[in-house]
């Protein structure tokens, strides 16, 4: 089989050559604009935030010595020919780990809990009132906004040192985040179920229960679920201000330079997680998969 | 009604084994629940009191006021340095994290070992909080932005080989083969087949992160680490809580306007309605 490209004539080939030529030009100008810009913004950025190349690239070797050395023992050996050494205090660890789960459960049951009522009163299409869902809303934004960590602080000044501070901060953040959220779901729903339970004569709430709880439940679960594992991170680090769980121990490690401590309760810290991961993720597939059968 | 009865009697039974089951999980969360609120004290008075306190504090916060001129001008800078340090680490963590998900995904790395190497060390990064490394980098190149800026590469080069690898792996196909059926190497292929499709979804994802980052950069000073969150911390520790809430609102406008900034951007990259997932 033979191919035969047809070639325009010369006279009409070069203008369309012309154009195509200029428009690949103005298309590398346009990537150029805004390469430049990005580069002086990184360039402004950066000296804004003391970046010396010179600094790093001198001290750079101590990044994975620094590794390196959280494993290895005060005697010199590496951290797995001891394991009981390495996971001295795993007793209390295990305790202050256990802590942690417990802060993120609550923290997570508690937010949610509020989040529920409150989504309905923020969704545009089900809201019983314009000022009240505008209300929700802002409330719920400024709640998810204040970083984590803000929060905490300023309930260990008023809850004292301890779980509680870390919890209620938990808890503020998760309801910010899962009202949006939970709103979005609402506002997605099929309305006529909701028409129909409505045009039977019944109150909001019957409505709600009957006409969109049903659609918007395992999409809650499943958000649920995916903020419990946000907040057991959260919830690891909420002891880096005082406010409960391991990482009150973890930035001690840190700052008194116990490495093998920190290796052990990071390592105890990413199995958790991992763990934790895996559970609702594969809870939250079931889910899923419910939803498919009828 | 009773034949309906008969066919379905799984729908007429009032306490199936399903509705038990449910029952069941119910009770044993909410008795988790009441447990553990115990064992963090919720029953034991320091709620009650903690929130008098906290009452007390929240009034003291208004209205927000930054104390002298000299402190507006110090905040501001922290405030800029802090969004500095967000754009710094976002962006090289993009640039650095590009290449981890190509070796990451499953349509361009055909070799099993890489891939999985790439993506376990991408969720080892990953797991490990911002806050931490942080702290890690503070080791390396001492108290400042810098270490911030790096904490949040480091952090984000884990976050991004996900994303990217996910995105490039949901990309089309056809692009690809087309440019190897007209003779064009496997790195060609990569260039012009996938790149040019899933370039707006990456930075659609970069710009999101731009966002979040802001958020996280204003508390990794908490630790040291630069930007604003030190004097934040600061602010409430020696209770000085006119400032804190001062502080606090600099922090929302700010992420306000770059979550409104970001999104312009999004949306005139990818259009209004475009699928990206975050």
């Not at chain 1, 394991?83 to 802590?99: A, I, N, P």
């Not at chain 2, 379905?8 to 629940?33: K, N, S, T, W």
Request: proline share 3%; hydrophobic share 55%.
């Amino acid at each position: 089989m033979s191919t035969h490209v047809v070639r325009l004539p010369e006279a009409q080939l070069q203008p369309l050559l012309a154009v195509y030529n200029a428009s690949v030009r103005s298309r590398r100008r346009h990537t150029l604009l805004i390469l430049a810009c990005v580069a002086v913004a990184m360039l402004l950025a950066s000296i804004s935030a003391e970046v010396s190349l010179s600094k790093l690239a001198e001290n750079i070797h101590r990044f994975p010595s620094y590794i390196v050395r959280l494993f290895f023992l005060e005697n010199g050996q590496p951290v797995w020919t001891d394991f009981g050494e390495w996971f001295w205090g795993l007793q209390r660890w295990l305790r202050l780990l256990g802590e942690t789960l417990l802060m993120a459960y609550v923290g997570t049951v508690l937010g949610a809990g509020v989040a529920f009522v409150l989504a309905f009163l923020a969704a545009a299409n089900v809201a019983p009132s314009r000022w009240l869902r505008i209300i929700v809303r802002r409330f719920g934004e400024v709640c998810r906004t204040v970083p984590t960590l803000v929060l905490a602080l300023i309930f260990v000044i008023s809850f004292g040192l301890g779980p509680m501070a870390g919890v209620l901060a938990v808890i503020v953040h998760t309801f910010g985040v899962l009202t949006k959220l939970f709103a979005e779901v609402i506002e997605n729903i099929d309305m006529k179920p909701v028409e129909g339970v409505s045009s039977t004569g019944s109150p909001w709430h019957v409505a709600m229960r009957f006409g969109a709880l049903p659609q918007v439940m395992s999409n809650f679960t499943s958000y649920t679920l995916l903020r419990f594992e946000i907040n057991v991170r959260e919830a690891a680090v909420m002891g880096f201000v005082g406010a409960g769980g391991i990482g009150q121990d973890l930035v001690e490690a840190i700052r008194k330079f116990y490495y093998s401590d920190v290796s052990a309760i990071l390592v105890l810290i990413l199995l958790t997680v991992a763990v934790i991961d895996m559970l609702t993720s594969k809870a939250r597939h079931r889910l899923i998969g419910l939803e498919g059968k009828p | 009604m009773s034949a309906m009865r008969q066919r379905y009697p799984e729908h007429f039974q009032r306490f199936g084994r399903d509705r038990f089951v449910m029952a069941a999980i119910g009770v044993g969360l909410f008795a988790l629940l009441i447990y553990a609120m115990g064992r963090l004290g919720f029953f034991d008075g320091t709620l009650l009191s903690g929130l008098g306190r906290l009452f007390e504090i929240v009034g003291l916060m208004l209205p927000p006021d930054p104390g002298s001129w000299a402190h507006v001008k110090t905040y501001s800078i922290s405030l800029l340095e802090t969004v500095a340090i967000a754009l710094l680490g976002t962006l090289s963590a993009a640039v650095l994290a590009l290449p981890v998900a190509l070796l990451a995904a499953r349509n361009v790395t055909a070799q099993r070992v890489v891939r999985f190497l790439s993506r376990r060390s991408l969720d080892t990064i990953r797991s490990v909080d911002i806050l931490v490394w942080a702290l890690i980098w503070i080791n390396v190149v001492g108290l400042g932005p810098f270490a911030g800026a790096l904490a949040i590469m480091t952090a984000d080069i884990g976050s991004f080989g996900k994303l990217f690898s996910e995105a490039i792996e949901a990309a089309d196909r056809k692009p690809v083969e087309g440019i190897t059926s007209a003779g064009g190497s496997h790195i060609f292929g990569i260039r012009f087949g996938i790149l040019p499709e899933v370039f707006p979804v990456l930075m659609s994802q970069v710009l999101y992160y731009f966002e979040s980052n802001t958020r996280s950069a204003s508390i990794i000073g908490i630790v040291g680490a630069g930007g604003i969150g030190l004097h934040l911390a600061e602010a409430i520790r020696t209770l000085e809580l006119q400032q804190t809430s001062f502080i606090v609102l600099m922090i929302l406008v700010a992420v306000a306007a770059i979550d409104f900034l970001s999104s312009q951007l999004r949306f005139a990259m990818i259009g209004r309605r475009g699928g990206v997932s975050v």
